[in-house]
């Protein structure tokens, strides 16, 4: 083993190999070897010539600039002529990775090239610098290789000039990061790394795959019977697995989970070619499913900074059911609107609309956004939590810039500041939309000063002097929650930290406090149960439109069994007493005022004329009624004013007015009453707990074709009864 600098430098060519193997030496108690022993990486052969140049070109844009005093190399400001904009989204990610791996070791190649005097023995021009770094990048994680050339690639000048220099130089390359191995005391180059970068790049290596699955093309049912006839099989965890498997996320319905080393098999399947199912991070999903616990079956949803589209079409399709209406500001060129609109019909989404104006630009005034309810912002965040940072930028189109903090495992604390105050001015201003009654607030960062600094300073200096409600913080709402993976703090915040298993996540709920005068009708009710899962199994009908003109509105409800209606209205009762105890804790999500219909209703007689009132009908029904009835008249009989329906023909109770008929009294009446009342009819407004009947009945309701009791005298006096 050499053990000098000077050994390794004055090396003869017949070391080559020993150098080369060197350089990539690491104890056999070094885990990470261990691990990438066991599983089995292919050995890498290198890249096209297009992806070294598109590399080069991205880290251009991305690399660590230096003061003139510390730099050790000039890099050109010229990007690099490319042979095409390459469209395939596979070379994309290559050169992606190339440039976010160069730029991570930046320093210590530098030093490389530096120490292996290659700069000073050549003539490089500057504008090659890039691509040079990239190239040397790629050579020494080939372990000084050549590489393999594929017969119908395209060749690029530059990079073969490139690739001809390092190969030249491999020999003294390869003691150069000997050398600074050895100055490090390092196993490998990855430990020269900051141990969080390390473990991002562990959590990366095992991090699995989530896919939604698009509902209103194909059932999940569908989905699963496909996958086993394509030989997977659904599993509790797929964490460590190796074979075709897929599991079902736990927090989300509609999320399955793969492998990582499948993606490329999962991409050549109908399933994804057809956007049946759509590769996202979980945070995405987990963020519109908050928003859709929170809508009525008529909320429209304003949609900020929605980074893919992917994220607005799921939330499309989450309330294909309802009425809802989907906006999308943020959408500086309109040159993308076929695009996008081609994408949504592609995946069957119809209740979208974008909006060319940036958000802090939208008056809350504006016309169309009268209906929105819940506004869904996923303000631009430093990233730190993801372990995959161009996975997530590539698939969440968010800005390249964060590469370079992402490859040094922080940020610095004025570029925090910077991202906090326009996360705080966004939210700030979601708040002045009057007519919305609540925020979901996401984020991927593990900063506080992002989160909770940014939420609790929002609602500290929120404008009360809105006549509307103030907001405050409430628990999301989640479906299969579980508390061993997400943390609620006391402060109802929703975490999940970053993991092997997922990407960090933040969410917070806003929402405002309850205003009695609100109103939420049964159809509503049922929407927020069936989003909360007390509905499963049951399926609701699309809501209609709301018509003021309209004087009386019928509601109809899905046939079902006896069985079936009762588990319904059990489900309903529980959802209602829950919702009533979280009403006197004080954490309703949306202010609610609930009416229920009931399964029976008044039955007037023939020549009752029913009237709309406003006021609410007092209950029970029959107590009322016979609370005014004189206990001195022992002849009159009690009346049924409710027969049962068919469970499938449930109405609400209105309010009615009941006119009594003309009759005259058979016996004398008792002292203090007349014995004749006015033919007159007699009107008795029915006006709930708050109005009393005055007077009283003087005969009760008579059902229609009902003969007299024989008992009667027959000598009463008969008038026309033409209600008959």
């Not at 496909?226 to 797929?238: A, E, F, N």
């Not at 309109?334 to 939208?362: R, S």
């Not at 002849?635 to 109405?651: A, G, I, N, S, W």
């Amino acid at each position: 083993m050499l053990n000098s600098a000077s050994e390794l430098e004055f090396a003869n060519e017949e070391n080559i190999e020993e150098i080369s193997h060197f350089a990539s030496l690491a104890l056999s108690g070094d885990e990470a070897a261990n691990e990438r022993n066991l599983t089995a990486v292919p050995e890498k052969t290198g890249y096209p010539d297009s992806v070294y140049v598109m590399a080069a070109n991205i880290f251009q844009g991305i690399r660590m600039e230096k003061s003139p005093e510390k730099a050790l190399i000039k890099y050109g400001k010229e990007p690099l002529p490319s042979l095409s904009e390459s469209g395939d989204e596979s070379l994309q990610r290559l050169s992606y990775e190339l440039a976010f791996s160069t730029l991570k070791y930046q320093d210590i190649l530098e030093s490389i090239l530096i120490d292996s005097y290659i700069h000073s023995s050549t003539t490089i021009p500057d504008h090659l610098s890039c691509l040079i770094m990239v190239m040397l990048y790629d050579f020494q994680d080939r372990k000084f290789q050549p590489r393999l050339l594929s017969d119908n690639e395209e060749s690029v000048m530059e990079v073969q000039e490139v690739e001809n220099l390092l190969n030249s130089f491999k020999t003294k390359l390869a003691a150069a990061l000997a050398r600074c191995r050895i100055k490090h005391d390092a196993l490998s180059i990855d430990h020269i790394l900051p141990e969080i970068i390390r473990k991002q790049e562990l959590r990366a290596s095992t991090l699995p795959l989530y896919a939604w699955i698009n509902t209103c093309k194909i059932s999940p049912e569908e989905v699963y019977s496909i996958l086993k006839k394509k030989g997977y099989r659904k599993v509790m965890s797929v964490l460590h697995v190796d074979d075709k498997v897929f599991a079902v996320d736990q927090h989300c319905y509609d999320v399955l989970i793969f492998p990582s080393h499948l993606k490329s098999d999962l991409l050549n399947t109908d399933l994804f070619k057809d956007c049946k199912l759509v590769f996202q991070d979980k945070s995405r999903s987990l963020a519109v499913h908050s928003v859709k616990a929170l809508l009525n079956m008529d909320d429209d949803i304003l949609m900020v900074n929605t980074g893919s589209w992917y994220t607005v079409a799921h939330m499309s399709i989450l309330t294909n059911n309802n009425t809802s209406k989907i906006f999308v500001c943020g959408v500086q060129s309109q040159a993308k609107d076929p695009d996008l609109k081609k994408l949504f019909t592609k995946m069957g989404c119809k209740n979208i609309e974008i909006l060319h104006e940036t958000f802090l630009n939208i008056e809350s005034k504006e016309h169309k956004l009268q209906k929105v309810k819940v506004i869904l912002l996923l303000p631009r965040c430093s990233g730190l939590g993801v372990s995959n940072p161009v996975e997530f930028i590539l698939n969440e189109h968010e800005d390249i810039d964060l590469l370079k903090d992402l490859s040094q495992g922080g940020i610095s604390e004025d570029k925090l500041h910077v991202l906090a105050q326009q996360q705080y001015e966004q939210l700030s201003h979601a708040m002045k939309f009057t007519k919305a009654q609540a925020i979901v607030y996401c984020t991927c960062s593990v900063f506080p000063e992002e989160n909770e600094a940014v939420v609790k300073k929002a609602l500290e200096f929120q404008d009360l002097g809105l006549k509307v409600q103030p907001y405050r913080l409430s628990p999301p709402v989640l479906p299969l929650c579980s508390l061993d993976e997400i943390h609620l703090s006391t402060d109802k915040f929703f975490r999940i930290e970053p993991s092997e298993v997922t990407n960090s996540c933040f969410i917070a709920v806003l929402t405002r406090e309850r205003d009695p005068s609100e109103t939420v009708s049964v159809k509503d009710v049922l929407a927020r149960a069936a989003a909360k899962g007390l509905l499963d199994g049951i399926e609701l009908g699309k809501s209609f439109k709301r018509d003021k003109k309209k004087k009386k509105s019928k509601i109809t409800w899905p046939k079902s069994s006896m069985t079936d209606s009762n588990n319904l209205q059990l489900k309903i009762a529980e959802f209602l007493s829950r919702e009533s105890n979280a009403n006197a804790n004080g954490s309703e999500t949306l202010p609610t005022k609930i009416i229920l219909p009931q399964k029976s209703t008044t039955q007037a007689g023939p020549s009752s004329q029913v009237r709309k009132s406003n006021k609410p009908t007092s209950n029970p029904l029959v107590p009322t009624l016979m609370k005014h009835i004189p206990p001195s008249r022992p002849y009159l009989r009690q009346t049924h004013f409710t027969r049962p329906r068919p469970e499938d023909k449930m109405v609400a109770l209105k309010p009615i007015e009941i006119v009594l008929p003309p009759v005259m009294l058979p016996f004398a009446s008792p002292p203090g009453v007349k014995s004749q009342i006015p033919t007159q009819q007699l009107y008795y407004p029915w006006g709930g707990p708050k109005n009393c009947l005055t007077g009283y009945f003087s005969t009760p309701l008579i059902r229609r074709r009902e003969k007299p009791k024989e008992n009667l005298p027959s000598s009463s006096l008969r008038r026309p009864r033409p209600w008959l």
